[in-house]
Nanobody, 115 residues
Framework: QVQLVESGGGLVQAGGSLRLSCAAS????????MGWYRQAPGKQRELVAG???????TYADLVKGRFTISRDNAKNTIYLQMNNLKPEDTAVYYC?????????WGQGTQVTVSS
């Protein structure tokens, strides 16, 4: 069973920082790519950042240089460190894991950036 538990969202002023966390069950975490998506009101869901089981990372152009995805193997947790946040980063952020070509989603955590 796939289990993803997210935390860390909230309200922050523009220029501020937040760190999102996503805890996953051990077997999934160790062998499958994981990532973060986001969905703003009225917009399609989009990939923010991804990380493979080997630690290779990828980022959307809009967040390069501001966001960092990382993993803690001991805690079966991935993180998304978000710096220099902008109002356009406001969205629900979802943790994901790719298992046999199927994306599984967490419940989402709201990030709101005020101007």
């Amino acid at each position: 069973q796939v289990q993803l538990v997210e935390s860390g969202g909230g309200l922050v002023q523009a220029g501020g920082s937040l760190r999102l966390s996503c805890a996953a069950s051990g077997s999934i975490f160790n062998t499958n790519p994981m990532g973060w998506y986001r969905q703003a009101p009225g917009k399609q869901r989009e990939l923010v950042a991804g990380i493979t089981s080997g630690g290779t990372t990828t980022y959307a152009d809009l967040v390069k240089g501001r966001f960092t995805i990382s993993r803690d193997n001991a805690k079966n947790t991935i993180y998304l460190q978000m710096n220099n946040l902008k109002p356009e980063d406001t969205a629900v952020y979802y943790c994901t894991v790719l298992v046999r070509a199927i994306i599984h989603w967490g419940q989402g955590t709201q990030v709101t950036v005020s101007s």
